[in-house]
């Protein structure tokens, strides 16, 4: 159980094309999602929380208008890196908390954004 | 606010051997404290938890947990290493009701 799932897995684009991610928890419902942005031999960096049918609420630094997120449903969430630039390029994780469960949040596998 | 630190950002032990990753955390209230794990090119596995029950938790893998709060520690352990077991390892606390803190991160490295 507790499976989330992340499309696509990796994703090479050139700069300044927008990109979406699909976060999906597969048999659970989650109010809230997350965003993470993960670079090499790092830990990860919240970037933004996700809440169904609501603004997403950002973390100091992200630019809400470059990392869209919608969250429509209570097993989607998605993620649109527009304009994407060289530096976006990253590994892009997403988590999800169980709407009936604990605090835990079940991540993703994550996405490897390449921007050329 | 919550923080957690992990002390060592790789670990190196033999195949068979003792693991020890610790990890300490700053917390004025009884803290929501986790483990996870990380594969290369992977998302993030949750091992074990700890919610203010018992202060050993048992995780997937052998792998287990102390709480010590005279300590500040949540110190992760598995009592013998396997080639599998090599993977980043990340703790972390819960912050308000919903976010989490991650500490650095502990490169795990088995030797043959």
């Known amino acids: 159980g507790a499976v989330v799932s992340q499309h696509p897995s990796r994703v090479i684009c050139k700069s300044g094309t927008s990109v979406k991610i699909e976060c999906r928890s597969l048999?659970?419902?989650?109010?809230?999602m997350f965003w993470y942005r993960q670079f090499p031999k790092q830990s990860l960096m919240l970037m933004a929380t996700?809440?169904?049918?609501?603004?997403?609420?950002?973390e100091q630094g992200v630019e809400k208008d470059k990392f869209l997120i919608n969250h429509a449903s209570l097993t989607l969430s998605t993620l649109t890196v527009t304009s994407a630039h060289p530096e976006d390029s990253s590994f892009y994780i997403c988590?999800?908390?169980?709407?009936?469960?604990?605090?835990?949040?079940?991540f993703g596998p994550g996405t490897r954004l390449t921007v050329t | 606010a919550q923080s957690v630190t992990q002390l060592g950002s790789h670990v190196s032990v033999s195949e068979g051997a003792l693991v020890l990753l610790r990890c300490n955390y700053s917390?004025?209230?009884?803290?929501?404290l986790f483990w996870y794990v990380q594969y290369p090119n992977q998302g993030l596995q949750l091992l074990l938890k700890?919610?203010?029950?018992?202060?050993l938790v048992k995780g997937i893998n052998g792998f287990e947990a102390e709480f010590k709060k005279s300590e500040t520690s949540f110190h992760l352990t598995k009592p013998s290493a396997h080639m599998s077991d090599a993977a980043e390892y990340f703790c972390?606390?819960?912050?308000?009701?919903?976010?989490?803190?991650f500490g650095q991160g502990t490169r795990l490295t088995i030797n043959p």
């Open positions: 700890y919610t203010s029950a018992a202060t």
């Open positions: 988590s999800a908390r169980d709407s009936g469960g604990g605090y835990e949040q079940y």
């Open positions: 917390s004025s209230v009884p803290p929501y």
């Open positions: 048999d659970f419902q989650a109010t809230t």
């Open positions: 996700s809440n169904e049918g609501s603004k997403a609420t950002y």
């Open positions: 972390a606390g819960l912050q308000g009701a919903q976010k989490l803190v």
